[in-house]
Structures are given as C-alpha cells and as structure tokens.
C-alpha cells in the first residue's frame, strides 16, 4: 500500500456562527464506517458547537492549527484558499486522504490506496475539465504533490478562484501522466455543483461508479440547513440521491444508529 488509510477533513477556519450540521457529521461519520481508517485528523481553528459536533468530535483526533495568512509574498483573503494550502501541505507531509466536509462516502477507497496519488477529473458546465481537490489521496511527499506546491504561489491569485487548485493540477497532470491516477468525474464529482438538485430535491438513482460524493457546499448549502437528523430521507427526500445513499449506508453500515 501506497497511500496510508489515514483521512484528514478541515473547518472552522473562520469564526463559526452556525451550529455543526448533520450533513457534516455524517461526512465524518460515513469516512469512519465506510472506510475503518488508522486516524481521522480533524484541524480547525475556531472550534465548531451544536448537537451535532457533539458526537462528531468523538470520531476523529482534533488538530488546532493556526490560519495560514500567506502563500509566498500573496496575503490570503479567501477562507477557502487557506483551508486549499493547508490540505495541500498535509497531504504532502503525511499522505492519506482529504475530503471536503461537504462529501459522503458510499465505497471504501481500499483499491485506490496502492497508487502514488489519485485525483478526480472536474467537468464545469461549459464542458471544460478541471481537477477538484475536495477528495484527494496521495502517499506522503508524493512526486506530483512536490511539483503542484512547486508552482502554486506562482499560479495563486488572491482574487481569484481556482487557479492553483484546479487548473493548474489539471495543467501539470497533462504533463505528467505516469504520476497520477485520475478517475473520471463519476467516481467522486457528478453531479456536479450546477447540479445540486439532483443531489438533494430530485429522483436521482446512486450512480454505479460512485465511490464519495462532493455535494457542494457553497451551491447546497440551503439543502444542507433543511437536513436535521436521519429522518430526513425517511419520508419525502427518499428519493433523492442523498437520501438514497443514507438509506444505503444504513443497510450496509447502520449509520442511522449513529444519529439518534
């Protein structure tokens, strides 16, 4: 095995003013069941409260870790930005696997875990690809990892969006094949973030290549608050994608013991 079974999430790297949400604790929750790791690393700044936070703290090691301000000579605004480096730098050190909080998991990653560094393809919806770095796995100090941190302050824009974290891993992966295993959207990223309906409203079947899914927080997040306890996808939302895998998880792992 290449990559160690050790999974890492991030948050609270701002002030948190909303309490934890059941859809973050089960994204802790379903990595645990689904996939029985070695550590689950939890790094925050501002510690997150609520009921469910509660029970989540007790699933993982928690890691106080200081903000990051600067990546080279570039202040950083964007909280999303921060949280980018810091997965970055402890993938690179440590190796195992990140997932955003806004992800769930259907599959274990036991298969993928013999390859240097896995990633998953991003389709935006223009059609353009890109590489998204919410469901990353590498061995520590991995050779593709070494590069991406090589260029990223050359490619960060403070005001920008993706450019270190999305285009220019796609970029690098284009010249560098033989270092990374990348899967197809559907392992990790369709529906997609201009689909979020599909994920939380619609009937929508569990995709047979689908190993986790990003549910995009920044398009979902309205979803998210309306989803506070198992219940949810007892009655009207079972048909949904979301729904559909928690009663899934249930069969399979008996998560909804875990969220009385």
């Known amino acids: 095995i290449m990559i160690p079974n050790i999974i890492h999430f991030i948050f609270g790297l701002k002030k948190q003013t909303d309490e934890f949400l059941f859809v973050y604790y089960v994204a802790i929750l379903s990595a645990k069941l689904v996939n029985n790791p070695d550590k689950i690393y939890f790094y925050y700044h501002y510690p997150p409260f609520g009921e469910w936070w509660e029970k989540t703290k007790n699933l993982c090691e928690l890691v106080k870790i200081n903000i990051p301000e600067f990546i080279g000579d570039n202040k950083i605004i964007e909280t999303a930005h921060k949280a980018d480096i810091v997965r970055m730098n402890k993938l690179y050190e440590i190796g195992g696997i990140y997932l955003d909080i806004d992800t769930i998991c ?48 050359e490619h960060f824009n403070p005001k920008g969006w993706g450019e270190s974290s999305i285009t220019l891993p796609y970029q690098l992966y284009n010249n560098n ?37 990003h549910l995009w927080e920044s398009h979902s997040y309205r979803f998210f608050k309306s989803i506070r306890s198992f219940d949810w996808c007892n009655e009207k939302y079972k048909h949904t994608l979301y729904g559909r895998i928690l009663k899934y998880l249930d069969i399979t792992y008996n998560i909804s013991k875990y969220c009385i």
């Open 106 to 153: 259907i599959k274990p990653f036991t298969e993928l875990l013999k390859y240097n560094c896995i990633l998953g393809e991003e389709l935006n919806k223009f059609g353009h690809k890109g590489i998204c770095n919410a469901i990353m796995l590498t061995e520590p100090k991995s050779e593709f990892f070494k590069l991406w941190l090589d260029k990223y302050e």
């Open 177 to 213: 094949k033989e270092l990374v295993h990348l899967l197809k959207p559907e392992a990790f990223f369709i529906p997609s973030y201009f689909q979020t309906k599909e994920i939380f409203r619609r009937n929508y079947n569990i995709p047979p290549n689908l190993i986790a899914l």
